[in-house]
Structures are given as structure tokens and as C-alpha cells.
């Protein structure tokens, strides 16, 4: 069974830095898109960063300048590495790929269980 679990959040002080990676386990064929999303209280999912299997990335408008994606495809995983964290990055961050399991016919959407970014004086 495909797994994507994340790691590396936790409180930080506005300015100071943090870096979540998420790895993807179990019977995999083949890894898209893989990304990140978060979610702030009483807020929607939002996109923060995606990275294609070439390296193509994508931000949001927020953390353009601030956040890093990049990811490790021998390794199944991807990073985000955020610098000058603001107070209004608190929330829940997502990790997503797009990935083609052994026992599947197509690639399928997997999302992580999420993991809690803090950011506060």
C-alpha cells in the first residue's frame, strides 16, 4: 500500500527557518507531481509548492522568494524548505504526489496525514 509520510514540522519564531520532507513508500511504479499544500484554521487546502518529475516548479504567490521545493526521486521524497517564516504560515501542511502503484492501472492522487507548522513570538 502506497504511504506518503511527513516530517520536520514544529514551532519556530517569525524569521527563523524550517524544512519538511515527505517520503513515499510501498509498491510504486512511478512518481509525478509531487507537492505541498496547507491548511489554516476555518481555511481551505491552498496550494504552497509543486515540483514536476523534471524539476518544474510552481509556487504560491505568499511564499514565492521564501520557500524551496525540491525533491529526491531515488529516494521518493520531497522537500520544502522554508526560510523568513511568517506568522501567517501557521497551519497544517499537506504533502501530495501523483503516483502509479504496482497493483494500479493509473496514476492515483495520495495525500500525507499532515503535519502542524507553528510560527510564533
Same mark, same amino acid.
Given at each position: 500500500? &502506497?504511504?506518503?509520510?511527513? $516530517? ?14 515527505? #517520503?513515499?513508500?510501498?509498491? /510504486? ?6 507537492? @505541498? +499544500?496547507?491548511? #489554516? ?6 496550494? &504552497?509548492? /509543486?515540483? *514536476?518529475?523534471s524539476g518544474i516548479t510552481n509556487y504560491?504567490? $505568499? &511564499?514565492?522568494?521564501?520557500? *524551496?521545493?525540491?525533491?529526491? =526521486?531515488?529516494?521518493? *521524497?520531497? +522537500? ?9 504560515? *501557521? #497551519?497544517? !501542511? !499537506?504533502?501530495? #504526489?501523483? /503516483?502509479?502503484?504496482? !497493483? %494500479?492501472?493509473?496514476?492515483? =492522487? +495520495? @495525500? %500525507?496525514?499532515? /503535519?502542524?507548522?507553528?510560527? $510564533?513570538?
Amino acid at each position: 500500500q &502506497v504511504q506518503l509520510v511527513e $516530517s520536520g514540522g514544529g514551532l519556530v519564531q517569525p524569521g527563523e527557518s524550517l524544512r519538511l520532507s515527505c #517520503a513515499a513508500s510501498g509498491s /510504486i511504479v512511478g512518481i509525478r507531481t509531487m507537492g @505541498w +499544500y496547507h491548511q #489554516a484554521p476555518g481555511k481551505e487546502r491552498e496550494l &504552497v509548492a /509543486i515540483i *514536476t518529475s523534471s524539476g518544474i516548479t510552481n509556487y504560491a504567490d $505568499s &511564499v514565492k522568494g521564501r520557500f *524551496t521545493i525540491s525533491r529526491d =526521486n531515488a529516494k521518493k *521524497t520531497v +522537500y520544502l524548505h522554508m526560510n523568513d517564516l511568517k506568522p501567517e504560515d *501557521t #497551519a497544517v !501542511y !499537506y504533502c501530495n #504526489a501523483v /503516483i502509479l502503484a504496482a !497493483y %494500479g492501472s493509473s496514476y492515483v =492522487n +495520495y @495525500w %500525507g496525514q499532515g /503535519i502542524q507548522v507553528t510560527v $510564533s513570538s
